[in-house]
């Protein structure tokens, strides 16, 4: 029941109460008298009391369908579909997918695989709880009410552990747990929303379309905290990781996560800006939900196109490489071929102690172009023909040293002998592929 106002014969006002059959047939009468006004209040209150959208109807309503008033209420509630909407509905449901195909892929590390699958699924929750409002169909499915915001503080914890899986293989205890508090928290805060009925959901929506949370400032301002420490954290493994000198292929993939996810950070806050009206451009929320996409895609991509990546095996071909070659004529069975070969003249022809040895002498020796050369390079051991040369220096310089037993040999006579012409460039290989000066690396050899 709702308060509504009618007219009596003699035009003075009563307020009394009217059912929802009142509400439509005062909604219908108006209608007749061509009053929108007063037709489309009636048809609102009608709405608000039952959540019935379909009365908001052409055939109903003939004869003030071409007003103003009723022309706004329907593009009100009316689903808005764009390309733009599309492209996040299909992101959003691209994500389950990923989630589906990570939980059952064989031959993976399936914690990893099923951490960064968790991950993925919580941002494709929201990806398509945001595309209600964006689509304005979040009037038919109000029991979506808030069903994102429960892993609003999940975000962090899900991608710093797996991060500490594949980088460190960390095995889980049960004090883990303790990261999955404030998301708990907040479980039990939003249950009393969760628990009411459907009508009275619609009527939240309803009445308040940007309607927030008693507590939605704290609750944006502890997410924020949390994206970012975990961001800090994650970012601190990365760094530690790559300090090994680890090949830029070995950390492309983690680079790019973490990648996303500062920028995610980033339009997250924008994004609360916009909600809270700090910021009162409504369409900057759109970045954050483009920030989702993004990373949605990308996973689909890695996991279809490089498995490997969740098999531990960390190593992503650099995306560039996919225009890259996009024209080149090489075959399968011809790089394999030349990969062969490759080999042959690294490992036993050893030509990389040719100190003048470049990209264009090496594919000579192979009897092919640059182009395939580096193709061949890049494809299959994953580095640039000078990391691939240094790595294989530096490989014979260790054989080297292990092998001075009288202590003979100095460094500088090494970096000339495996190919360097200098002893920067050779300390600086050495350093990059072992985290240690090959004076360090030489005086715990000659300790040990």
Same mark, same amino acid.
């Given at each position: 029941?709702?308060?509504?106002?009618?007219?009596?014969?003699?035009?003075?006002? %009563?307020?009394?109460?009217?059912?929802?059959?009142?509400?439509?047939? +005062?909604?219908?009468?108006?209608?007749?008298?061509? =009053?929108?006004?007063?037709?489309?209040?009636?048809?609102?209150?009608?709405?608000?009391?039952?959540? =019935?959208?379909?009365?908001?109807?052409?055939?109903?309503?003939?004869?003030?369908?071409?007003?103003?008033?009723?022309?706004?209420?329907?593009?009100?509630?009316?689903?808005?579909?764009?390309?733009?909407?599309?492209?996040?509905?299909?992101?959003?449901?691209?994500?389950?997918?990923?989630?589906?195909?990570?939980?059952?892929?064989?031959?993976? =590390?399936?914690?990893?695989?099923?951490?960064?699958? +968790?991950?993925?699924?919580?941002?494709?929750?929201?990806? +398509?709880? #945001?595309?209600?409002?964006?689509?304005?169909?979040?009037?038919?499915?109000?029991?979506?009410?808030?069903?994102?915001?429960?892993?609003?503080?999940?975000?962090?914890?899900? #991608?710093?552990?797996?991060?500490?899986?594949?980088?460190?293989?960390?095995?889980?205890?049960?004090?883990?747990?303790?990261?999955?508090?404030?998301?708990?928290?907040?479980?039990?805060?939003?249950?009393?929303?969760?628990?009411?009925?459907?009508?009275?959901?619609?009527?939240?929506?309803?009445?308040?379309?940007?309607?927030?949370?008693?507590?939605?400032?704290?609750?944006?301002?502890?997410?924020?905290?949390?994206?970012?420490?975990?961001?800090? #954290?994650?970012?601190?493994?990365?760094?530690?990781?790559?300090?090994?000198?680890?090949?830029?292929?070995?950390?492309?993939?983690?680079?790019?996560?973490?990648?996303?996810?500062?920028?995610?950070?980033?339009?997250?806050?924008?994004?609360?800006?916009?909600?809270? !009206?700090? %910021?009162?451009?409504?369409? +900057?929320?759109?970045?954050?939900?483009?920030?989702?996409?993004?990373?949605?895609?990308?996973?689909?991509?890695?996991?279809?196109?490089?498995?490997?990546?969740?098999?531990?095996?960390?190593?992503?071909?650099?995306?560039?490489?996919?225009?890259?070659?996009?024209?080149?004529? #090489?075959?399968?069975?011809?790089?394999?071929?030349?990969?062969?070969?490759?080999?042959?003249?690294?490992?036993?022809?050893?030509?990389?102690? !040719?100190?003048?040895?470049?990209? !264009?002498?090496?594919?000579?020796?192979?009897?092919?172009?640059?182009?395939?050369?580096?193709?061949?390079?890049?494809?299959?051991?994953?580095?640039?023909?000078?990391?691939?040369?240094?790595?294989?220096?530096?490989?014979?310089?260790?054989?080297?040293?292990?092998?001075?037993?009288?202590?003979?040999?100095?460094?500088?006579?090494?970096?000339?002998?495996?190919?360097?012409?200098?002893?920067?460039?050779?300390?600086?290989?050495?350093?990059?592929?072992?985290?240690?000066?090959?004076?360090?690396?030489?005086?715990?050899?000659?300790?040990?």
């Amino acid at each position: 029941m709702t308060k509504t106002t009618f007219l009596n014969e003699d035009n003075s006002i %009563l307020v009394q109460e009217a059912n929802a059959q009142d509400l439509k047939n +005062l909604a219908l009468e108006y209608s007749r008298k061509g =009053d929108a006004d007063l037709a489309v209040t009636y048809i609102l209150k009608y709405v608000n009391e039952t959540s =019935d959208l379909s009365f908001i109807n052409d055939h109903v309503f003939e004869s003030i369908k071409s007003t103003n008033q009723y022309i706004a209420i329907k593009q009100r509630f009316s689903p808005k579909l764009n390309i733009l909407s599309s492209l996040y509905i299909f992101a959003g449901f691209l994500g389950f997918f990923v989630f589906v195909a990570l939980s059952i892929k064989k031959d993976v =590390d399936r914690t990893s695989a099923m951490l960064m699958g +968790l991950f993925v699924l919580f941002h494709s929750f929201f990806i +398509l709880h #945001l595309s209600l409002y964006v689509i304005n169909f979040q009037y038919e499915v109000p029991h979506a009410l808030f069903v994102s915001t429960t892993f609003s503080f999940l975000y962090g914890p899900f #991608l710093y552990f797996y991060f500490k899986r594949v980088i460190f293989n960390y095995k889980f205890k049960w004090i883990d747990t303790l990261h999955l508090i404030p998301s708990l928290l907040l479980f039990f805060y939003l249950f009393p929303y969760y628990a009411l009925s459907g009508l009275e959901k619609f009527q939240i929506i309803f009445n308040q379309s940007n309607f927030l949370l008693p507590g939605a400032n704290t609750i944006i301002i502890i997410k924020i905290v949390s994206l970012s420490a975990y961001g800090f #954290l994650i970012f601190k493994m990365y760094k530690k990781y790559t300090v090994g000198g680890k090949s830029r292929s070995k950390i492309l993939w983690q680079r790019n996560i973490i990648a996303i996810f500062a920028i995610y950070t980033i339009a997250y806050i924008i994004y609360a800006g916009t909600i809270t !009206e700090i %910021l009162m451009y409504p369409s +900057l929320m759109h970045l954050q939900i483009l920030a989702m996409v993004a990373l949605v895609f990308y996973v689909a991509y890695v996991s279809y196109m490089q498995p490997e990546v969740f098999k531990g095996e960390i190593v992503l071909a650099n995306p560039t490489d996919l225009f890259k070659y996009s024209k080149s004529r #090489l075959t399968p069975s011809y790089s394999t071929e030349l990969k062969e070969n490759l080999l042959r003249l690294l490992d036993n022809d050893k030509v990389f102690k !040719e100190n003048t040895i470049n990209l !264009e002498l090496l594919s000579e020796k192979l009897g092919t172009n640059r182009h395939n050369t580096s193709q061949v390079i890049n494809e299959h051991f994953n580095m640039n023909f000078f990391e691939l040369i240094n790595t294989y220096r530096i490989n014979e310089a260790l054989e080297i040293l292990k092998q001075d037993k009288y202590h003979n040999l100095n460094i500088i006579e090494v970096a000339y002998e495996v190919g360097f012409n200098n002893k920067v460039t050779f300390n600086k290989s050495f350093k990059k592929l072992l985290s240690q000066t090959p004076t360090q690396y030489l005086n715990a050899l000659r300790a040990s």
